[in-house]
């Protein structure tokens, strides 16, 4: 199928702006936003203190990135599923459980990519 539609600077602008939407209302409705939002400025504060390589900052940065879009794809599939039914139903209970379980793995991966670069110096500091 062929998209019709001229390229204009004025609609890729206003795609920006839905997008900036999207994350203000992911803060605003999302708890889990909160938390994780909590855990990057603690990650980036740690950061800061132990004067963190490029290469451990890019990791970090990564595994960060991932708990976001994978949190994010989440509250998107959980909301898509309420809108679909709202009443029980294990096909969309599997569905969210996944959902969230893509999130878990995300967090854990970001959390052993902290744990490996942190201990060592903090470990460090303490001997």
Known sequence: MKNNKSFSLRARGESFIYAVEG???FFQEEHNARIHLAATAFVIALSIVFRLSSIEIIALTISIGFVWVA???NTVIEKAMDFISIEKDNR???????SAAAVL???LVAMLTGCLIFIPKILLCIS
Request: hydrophobic letters at 70%; aromatic letters at 6%; glycine letters at 0%.
């Open 92 to 98: 969309i209970k599997i569905i969210k459980d996944l």
């Open 71 to 73: 949190e994010i794809f």
């Open 105 to 107: 793995i995300a967090a």
């Open 23 to 25: 994350i203000k209302a």
